[in-house]
């Protein structure tokens, strides 16, 4: 499966484009739509740069959630995917989340797991909470 546009456009909407480095919420080196793999201080990039990485990016998210060999809606896909974009395959790969979703739980146990990864740096963020819910809420469409 592939991202949809309607993943796409919320990715934007939550990272928001920043087109000269900075620390994230977490301390992380951060670039363009979130992007942090070998991002460094004072580092500049266009607009069009930020959309090619996080093409990218979404391409090893989705490699990874399609690697998981779980029958998928589109909702699916793009709650998973996005939480993978978002936290990273290790976090997903060790998650209670994914364990339910292995089991068959039903869609309410599921959405509870999403709604549990609102914390970075040991704070609960208000941009997570929102980013959450929209992955639980997609769950289910």
Known sequence: MKSS????????EFEGLCLTSYKDSAGVWTIGYGHTH???????????????L????LLTAENYVNGLQIKLTQGQFDA?????????????AG?????????????MEIQTQFR???YAGGKRLTGLVKRREWEA?????
């Open 80 to 92: 998973l995917t996005d939480f993978v974009y978002n936290l990273g395959a290790g976090n997903l």
């Open 137 to 141: 809420q997609r769950w289910i469409q």
């Open 116 to 118: 549990r990864w609102v």
């Open 5 to 12: 546009e309607i993943l796409i456009q919320k990715i934007k």
């Open 95 to 107: 998650s209670t989340l994914l364990a339910k979703i292995r089991a068959g739980a039903s869609a």
């Open 54 to 57: 996080l093409r990218g990016d």
């Open 38 to 52: 070998g991002v460094k201080s004072g580092q500049k990039i266009t607009e069009k740069q930020a959309d090619c």
